[in-house]
């Protein structure tokens, strides 16, 4: 059986990232979720995440959305709104989103709290992503 993954980020407005690896570590609803070589057809939705992609020259972080990914046949399709490698992503944007969606959060009232919470989701994946490539 062959241990390689061919693995495809689709974002909109950018060019596919494409890895060759051995796997993809991402979070779903459910929790942190393993696809590698020889996984079973799935159709899984995403959620913002630091996404990891094991290849043979280590592993590359990114920064993902919530999305849809696609696995069969060891061809992997990862379809999101964003994909930001670590050393892209800005910093002091992520944190002032993160305090803007805490305080919208804290208001309560006339607030679209669910838009709030994806908000403070994405920015607090986007911190964790760049800190594990401190």
């Given at each position: 059986?062959?241990?390689?993954?061919?693995?495809?980020?689709?974002?909109?407005?950018?060019?596919?990232l494409v890895f060759e690896g051995t796997g993809l570590i991402t979070s779903t609803t459910d929790g942190r979720i393993e696809f590698k070589s020889n996984h079973a057809p799935i159709i899984i939705s995403t959620v913002p995440a630091t996404t990891t992609i094991s290849t043979e020259n280590g592993n590359e972080i990114l920064f993902t959305s919530s999305g849809i990914v696609y696995i069969n046949n060891n061809e992997l399709k990862f379809c999101c709104d964003a994909a930001e490698k670590s050393l892209d992503i800005d910093e002091a944007r992520a944190v002032s989103a993160k305090e803007r969606a805490e305080k919208r959060l804290e208001q309560g009232k006339d607030v679209d709290v669910e838009r709030a919470k994806r908000a403070l989701a994405r920015a607090n994946a986007r911190i964790n992503t760049i800190s594990i490539n401190d």
């Open positions: 059986m062959d241990n390689k993954l061919k693995i495809t980020i689709v974002t909109p407005g950018s060019q596919p």
